[in-house]
T-cell receptor
Framework: KAGVTQTPRYLIKTRGQQVTLSCSPISGHRSVSWYQQTPGQGLQFLFEYFSETQRNKGNFPGRFSGRQFSNSRSEMNVSTLELGDSALYLC????????????FGSGTRLTVV | DQQVKQNSPSLSVQEGRISILNCDYTNSMFDYFLWYKKYPAEGPTFLISISSIKDKNEDGRFTVFLNKSAKHLSLHIVPSQPGDSAVYFCAASVTNAGEAFGDGTTLTVKP
């Protein structure tokens, strides 16, 4: 079956702009999580959605927001981009509780100039 | 304050030998722990997990050990193969909460 699909793969934006990233989970997976990866910072948890509801949120400013649709697809939005937002943004999906681990997408590489 | 720490950013071992990757955590509420493997330009891939009620879980060449009293987790790879060269992330979670990840350890297995 198809894996987790993230679009676009690469994105270049200017400081101050806003951006929307998309994630299509594995069919049947209802939980979608978003992570930010920067060099030396590991994977920082942004938020998790389950059945269209935000279930958990990490320590990121309000400029970072997300939503999940009825088909479990999820979007993440970052407004008023800052240079420090340049990172790899990873989406992961699971059935409900990830005892068997999340399945990650390949990520969206965002560069803010 | 980072709840999951991987204090070794890199590890190099010879093919055929054992690789031991370590992870420490601070939150005693974590109820399961996972290891992920990541190749360049790809998302992390789930490798192995362990529930907090166990102290060992084995899957082929990969074994995860959990020492709850020390809040320490380790991944053993025996024997190590060149294809195991990747970044390994340790993760921990409380039920119905997002996973907290370490910064990763880059493993290099030399032929």
């Amino acid at each position: 079956k198809a894996g987790v699909t993230q679009t676009p793969r690469y994105l270049i934006k200017t400081r101050g702009q806003q951006v929307t990233l998309s994630c299509s989970p594995i069919s049947g997976h209802r939980s979608v999580s978003w992570y930010q990866q920067t060099p030396g910072q590991g994977l920082q948890f942004l938020f998790e959605y389950f059945s269209e509801t935000q279930r958990n949120k990490g320590n990121f400013p309000g400029r970072f927001s997300g939503r999940q649709f009825s088909n479990s697809r999820s979007e993440m939005n970052v407004s008023t981009l800052e240079l420090g937002d340049s990172a790899l943004y990873l989406c992961a999906s699971s059935t409900w509780r990830s005892y068997y681990g999340y399945t990650f997408g390949s990520g969206t590489r965002l560069t803010v100039v | 304050d980072q709840q999951v720490k991987q204090n070794s950013p890199s590890l190099s071992v010879q093919e055929g030998r054992i690789s031991i990757l370590n992870c420490d955590y601070t939150n005693s509420m974590f109820d399961y722990f996972l290891w992920y493997k990541k190749y360049p330009a790809e998302g992390p891939t789930f490798l192995i997990s362990i529930s907090s009620i166990k102290d060992k879980n084995e899957d082929g060449r990969f074994t995860v050990f959990l020492n709850k009293s020390a809040k320490h987790l380790s991944l053993h790879i025996v024997p190590s193969q060149p294809g195991d060269s990747a970044v390994y992330f340790c993760a921990a979670s409380v039920t119905n909460a997002g996973e907290a990840f370490g910064d990763g350890t880059t493993l290099t297995v030399k032929p």
